[in-house]
C-alpha cells in the first residue's frame, strides 16, 4: 500500500472544495503560497497577531491564596500550620503561590489587598 503524499492530500482537498480551476492557474504562475492566503483575506491578518496568552490559575489556588493572605497576612510559617494546607506546602511553596497569583492577576491582587487595609481601618 502505497502512502499519500502531502501534496496528493491538499490537492485533493482543493477538489473537493471545487478550487482547481483558481489552483491550476496559480500553478501556471507559481503563485500557490499567495492563491492560497487570497482565499480568505482575514486568514493572514489573523495568523500575524499575536498568540494570546492562555494560562490562568485554577479558582481553588485563588480561593487558597486568598483565604491566607486574609487569615496571615505574611506570616508564611503560620500558613503553612494552618489546617487549609491540605497539601502540606511548606512556607516558601505559600510564597511562591502568592507570588503567581501577584504576577497573573496584578489588579485583583492590588484589589484585594486595598479591601483587607480598609476592612483593618474599620475594625481599629
Known amino acids: 500500500m502505497e502512502k499519500q503524499s502531502s501534496v496528493d492530500g491538499w490537492w485533493s482537498n482543493f477538489c473537493g472544495l471545487g478550487l482547481t480551476e483558481q489552483l491550476r492557474l496559480c500553478r501556471k ?3 500557490i503560497p499567495c492563491f492560497l ?9 489573523e495568523a500575524s497577531l499575536p498568540e494570546k496568552k492562555g494560562n490562568t490559575l485554577s479558582r481553588d489556588l485563588i480561593d487558597y491564596v486568598r483565604y491566607m493572605v486574609e487569615n496571615h497576612g505574611e506570616d508564611y510559617k503560620a500558613m503553612a500550620r494552618d489546617e487549609k494546607n491540605y497539601y502540606q506546602d511548606t512556607p516558601k511553596q ?5 507570588n503567581v497569583y501577584k504576577r497573573f492577576y496584578p489588579a485583583d491582587w492590588q484589589a484585594f489587598v486595598d479591601s483587607l487595609e ?5 475594625v481599629d
Request: without cysteine; charged residues 30%; glycine residues 0%.
Open 29 to 31: 504562475q507559481s503563485l
Open 118 to 122: 480598609k476592612n483593618k481601618m474599620e
Open 94 to 98: 505559600i510564597r511562591n503561590k502568592i
Open 37 to 45: 492566503a487570497s482565499l480568505n483575506p482575514d486568514l493572514e491578518a
